[in-house]
């Protein structure tokens, strides 16, 4: 059954249920009411026909039994015959009441006499200086009148009931289509992408975002959102990985063609493979680094490490790389102690200081500095190069992504556009980050945060 038809069911069986209880209180109470009343006039027309009545040596004096209609009134004596009734029950010789007579209290019964439902009241005649019971006075009424009215009390209850559920029913029916329209769109829209295996699509939605089935279709749609970015990003690694093995694969098949047909020993030809060989070895160390990372598999072992000593050591590693062409130099040092895994920490300053030389014109310079606050450490390594265009900024850290100018400029077979996400990834995971802004008028500055050692740091 559909959702749709449930929600009508329900709301028809509440107020079929409200109605029910309802219904029945009404009718009881009204059914209390009216036989109260009928109880209260057969107790009057007792007490004045007892009131009347006059007892002498021969017996009862009885009043005038026709005072009520629509009441019927009988005497019966001790000995059991009908001593006297009222004109409207004159022939009818039964008792109203048979199993009343007897009755030494006041009692009312419902009983059916001569196919009429009656209400009688059976009260015994006691002579009060004695207390000698001298008969029974029976005082009926008919309760047709009262069947009735509970007739068509039950008759517009019903009805009633009948309409309201309808009406419950057929607008929770229409309310629920309108409201449950956008899940069909839900429906369809995860149906295109099945077919079309397109995950651009989004869900149109116009009613408020912050109800149940807005925030459903909110939620849905930034499940696609992340899902056509994790298929982009997978099908660009792809893409990637498959474009930066093809180039060295092809320049050592091709010297090794050469090889072959020149039948020696080239030195130009093998160094290309050793190039091509080492640069392949680079891209799938990053490469098995960054997926160890992504999977949790890269421990990092953390100790106490004294950065000024650390960026000592990256300054005579790189100098090497800058030689006369960078003025790679020390800005403001400060002592600084950070929890860290040294050599993670090492491969960040050398991928940051590598990259300010590399995009640094000749005759430019790369400065290294190193501060902290109160709880963290910085370190800055800024170059007066180009600076990177202010499109590329968001994308530096993505894996694979190289600015225009160095795409360029790989082809001097240094750079896979896999270093700043490695280098992100190992000050993320230091508790730390990353920031990078382009310096006036020219270069850039990479700073990155990271936070103090404290006591539970193991000591190096
Ligand atoms: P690559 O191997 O291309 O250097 P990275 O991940 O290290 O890859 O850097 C990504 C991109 O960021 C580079 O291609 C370059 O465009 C830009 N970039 C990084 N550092 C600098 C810098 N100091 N000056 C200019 N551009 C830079």
């Known amino acids: 059954m559909s959702l749709r038809a449930r929600l009508a069911l329900l709301s028809t069986s509440i107020v079929g249920g409200i109605l029910l209880i309802f219904g029945m209180a009404v009718y009881i ?7 109260r009343q009928v109880d209260s006039t057969l107790s009057r027309a007792a007490s004045q026909i007892i009131g009347n009545a006059r007892a002498g040596r021969l017996g009862v004096t009885l009043p005038e039994l026709d005072l009520f209609a629509d009441v019927y009134i009988q005497v019966w004596g001790k000995d059991g015959q009908l001593e006297s009734a009222s004109q409207n029950i004159q022939g009818f010789n039964q008792p109203l009441d048979a199993t009343g007579l ?3 209290q006041p009692v009312f019964h419902d009983v059916i006499a001569g196919n009429v439902r009656l209400r009688v009241l059976t009260v015994p005649l006691i002579i009060s200086s004695n207390d000698r019971v001298i008969g029974t006075l029976q005082v009926g009424t008919s309760l047709s009148m009262v069947e009735t009215i509970q007739n068509v009390l039950l008759y517009v209850l019903f009805i009633g009931a009948g309409i309201s559920m309808s009406i419950a029913g057929l607008a929770s029916w229409v309310s629920t289509k309108q409201a449950l329209s956008p899940l069909e769109d839900v429906t369809q829209t995860a149906l295109q992408i099945t077919r079309a295996d397109d995950l651009s699509h989004r869900i149109p939605y116009k009613g408020p975002p912050d109800d149940e089935v807005g925030q459903l279709i909110h939620a849905f749609n930034e499940t696609l959102s992340r899902l056509e970015n994790l298929f982009d990003t997978q099908r660009r690694f792809v893409a990637d990985v498959g474009h930066e093995l093809r180039t060295p694969l092809t320049v050592i098949k091709g010297n090794v063609d050469l090889l072959r047909r020149m039948n020696c020993t080239d030195e130009e030809s093998l160094s290309g493979i050793d190039n091509e060989v080492g640069r392949l ?3 799938v160390g990053d490469l098995l680094l ?4 992504e999977s949790g598999k890269l421990p990092l072992i953390k100790t106490d490490v004294e950065m000024d000593t650390l960026l000592l050591d990256v300054l005579n590693q790189m100098n090497v790389l800058a030689k006369d062409r960078v003025d790679l130099r020390l800005g403001e040092i400060d002592q600084v102690i950070v929890c860290g895994d040294r050599d993670r920490l090492k491969q960040v300053l050398v991928n940051l200081v590598g990259n300010a030389i590399k ?7 790369v400065v290294i500095g190193l501060g902290k606050d109160d709880r963290r450490a910085h370190i800055t390594v800024s170059d007066n190069g180009p600076g990177i265009p202010t499109e590329d900024l968001p994308h530096i850290f993505e894996r694979f992504y190289r600015g225009e100018k160095s795409r360029t400029r790989s082809k001097d077979g240094k750079g896979f556009g896999l270093g700043l996400s490695i280098a992100y990834w190992i000050v993320q995971n230091h508790g730390g980050n990353i920031e990078v802004s382009n310096r006036e008028p020219t270069g850039t500055t990479f700073c990155v945060w990271l936070p103090l050692a404290d006591r539970s740091c193991p000591e190096e």
């Open 102 to 104: 007897n009755t030494t």
């Open 29 to 35: 109470s009204v059914s209390l009411t009216i036989t």
């Open 290 to 293: 960054l997926a160890q990372a």
């Open 281 to 283: 070895t680079r891209l």
């Open 359 to 365: 995009y640094t014109p000749q005759g430019g310079e």
